[in-house]
């Protein structure tokens, strides 16, 4: 797959880029892979065996750590909580980490307080904060973080752990996302192509639930989230990981549900993340960039999702 893409989709990106096709390929791009809503509400549709897996004997297996923020997400929370527990991950550190929620959240983490590692309530600047914060509490060789309004797909740890066994030189590894609504239904499904580099200094398209890393790159970057950004925290994190030649990795299967509803940050601060793009497109290519500008610098990766996508609907790929 990857040798298709050097010999053909690389070189007719290099040919389309400078014509009016290349607009043409971002708006096929969106209308095929869209970024939220696709179709209908339907039922989750999870393979059987991602329910079936196997590990190593327990003594050789590293401790997962996942940190998971909120705020007032209460009425989502449970939800992920099930979905991180039912992963059954012998190696589990789960932390959450709530910014002062009054709608009842303390009360579920009270609940739930025998079967995750730490929980604590306690007001904080914002999510970058409350994301540090729980880490600090974690030792895993792996590490993550889940927000309150997202869930783990069935089979997910055991998957990303037996990659990262198999392959030491691997430091950040990332899947692909099914898209749900408030109710839990399915509404979409993003699919990317294999990792690149030059296009993540352009576009942030990697789904940050299905995001682990080793906790050497994540301490070799200074170990923290930015807490200036609110929006962008996890892509000035892929990019500090970059700045460190950290080896990445798109793993080809679906790890995590992204929650869309009417209250999400990719909604609420659409404005906020604009600007926190331009901050980062100043700092790695020296000038601010608008967004067209910088999917068009990618159109290559672009490509080469709407050819993933292409394989996935014909049933051969991530099925």
């Known amino acids: 797959m990857n040798?298709?893409?050097?010999?053909?989709l690389h070189p007719l990106a290099k040919l389309i880029l400078t014509t009016k096709a290349g607009k043409a390929v971002l708006v096929f791009n969106r209308r095929f892979n869209p970024v939220l809503h696709q179709y209908a509400p339907i039922p989750i549709n999870i393979p059987k065996y991602y329910y079936t897996y196997s590990l190593p004997s327990e003594k050789n297996l590293p401790v997962v750590s996942i940190v998971t923020p909120n705020l007032n997400y209460g009425h989502f929370l449970e939800e992920t909580?099930?979905?991180?527990?039912?992963q059954n991950y012998p190696k589990l550190e789960y932390i959450i980490q709530d910014g002062g929620s009054t709608d009842?959240?303390?009360n579920l983490l009270n609940k739930y307080r025998s079967e995750i590692t730490y929980a604590e309530s306690c007001e904080d600047s914002g999510q970058g904060e409350a994301i540090n914060r729980g880490f600090r509490h974690t030792t895993g060789e792996i590490m993550g973080w889940l927000n309150s309004d997202d869930l783990l797909l069935p089979g997910a740890l055991a998957y990303v752990v037996n990659y990262f066994l198999?392959?030491?030189e691997v430091d950040v590894v990332y899947g692909l996302r099914v898209n749900i609504n408030i109710e839990g239904k399915e509404i979409g499904r993003r699919i990317i192509p294999p990792h690149d580099d030059k296009a993540l200094k352009y576009v942030d398209l990697i789904p940050q639930e299905t995001l682990f890393w080793r906790r050497q790159i994540w301490e070799?970057?200074?170990g923290y989230i930015d807490e200036s950004y609110q929006y962008a925290m996890d892509w000035e994190l892929?990019?500090?990981?970059?700045?460190?030649?950290?080896g990445f990795y798109r793993l080809p299967r679906f790890l995590g549900a992204f929650r869309v509803h009417p209250a999400q940050k990719t909604t609420v601060l659409i404005d906020l993340g604009r600007?926190?793009?331009?901050?980062l497109y100043k700092r790695y290519h020296g000038r601010i960039m608008e967004v067209s500008e910088a999917r068009t610098q990618a159109i290559p990766?672009?490509?080469g999702s709407i050819w993933q996508s292409v394989l996935y609907y014909l049933g051969l790929f991530a099925r």
């Open 3 to 8: 040798r298709f893409i050097a010999l053909f």
């Open 81 to 86: 909580i099930k979905s991180v527990l039912a």
């Open 104 to 106: 009842g959240t303390v």
């Open 166 to 168: 198999k392959h030491p």
């Open 220 to 222: 070799t970057t200074g």
């Open 238 to 246: 892929l990019l500090r990981f970059i700045d460190a030649r950290a």
């Open 275 to 279: 600007k926190e793009k331009q901050r």
């Open 301 to 303: 990766y672009l490509l």
